[in-house]
T-cell receptor, first 116, second 112 residues
Framework: DTGVSQNPRHKITKRGQNVTFRCDPI?????LYWYRQTLGQGPEFLTY????????KSRLLSDRFSAERPKGSFSTLEIQRTEQGDSAMYLC??????????????FGPGTRLTVL | SQQGEEDPQALSIQEGENATMNCSYK?????LQWYRQNSGRGLVHLIL?????REKHSGRLRVTLDTSKKSSSLLITASRAADTASYFC????????????FGGGTRVLVKP
């Protein structure tokens, strides 16, 4: 069990550029979640997947944000035309999912985005 | 939006003392989880307590849950400098996909 990994760990970009983050969940975990955390606040839910299906998107996820999990394994989160307000830590978590499985979510180290 | 409040927002104690922090939430839940976050890093899962449980222990951690008051507490006994971190409670509801709704966190400083 290698844990949840995220890449890159840090990203600095200029306003208006597109960025893409990747999350590799714990193998055999069916559920994958994305959260965003701004300085001094708790994480806020963005979206989640059950296998390859995206089941819910938060209102925080504007049209500039898109997430995919094409084969039910890794996931990508893309932000188009970045704005300074997008600067935050983007956290990914996975859980086994399923009726009898643990509800515990395991978090990756996060990707810190800075938009200049 | 945040589920509720954590109290206190910040806590400073001496090594060896106990640290207690509280969490309140607003809606129905299936479980409540506590996480630790060291500065600028990811969240580490500490303990999960289900809605039909009232108390749970794990090492130096003790968590209580009062669903009638929609509140939980986390007690860290015999604190160590390494316990310095932010602590977050998060609630989950299976019908809502188990997505976590976090509080604002308690920043704990343990002085050696």
């Amino acid at each position: 069990d290698t844990g949840v990994s995220q890449n890159p760990r840090h990203k600095i970009t200029k306003r208006g550029q597109n960025v893409t983050f990747r999350c590799d969940p714990i193998s055999e975990h069916n559920r994958l979640y994305w959260y965003r955390q701004t300085l001094g606040q708790g994480p806020e839910f963005l979206t989640y997947f059950q296998n390859e299906a995206q089941l819910e998107k938060s209102r925080l996820l504007s049209d500039r944000f898109s997430a995919e999990r094409p084969k039910g394994s890794f996931s990508t989160l893309e932000i188009q035309r970045t704005e300074q307000g997008d600067s935050a830590m983007y956290l990914c978590a996975s859980s086994p999912g399923g009726l009898a499985a643990s509800d515990t979510q395991y978090f990756g180290p996060g990707t810190r985005l800075t938009v200049l | 939006s945040q589920q509720g409040e954590e109290d206190p927002q910040a806590l400073s104690i001496q090594e060896g003392e106990n640290a207690t922090m509280n969490c309140s939430y607003k809606t129905s839940i299936n479980n409540l989880q506590w996480y630790r976050q060291n500065s600028g890093r990811g969240l580490v899962h500490l303990i999960l307590i289900r809605s039909n449980e009232r108390e749970k222990h794990s090492g130096r951690l003790r968590v209580t849950l009062d669903t009638s008051k929609k509140s939980s507490s986390l007690l860290i006994t015999a604190s160590r400098a390494a316990d310095t971190a932010s602590y977050f409670c998060a609630t989950a509801l299976r019908a809502a996909g188990n997505k976590l709704t976090f509080g604002g966190g308690t920043r704990v400083l343990v002085k050696p």
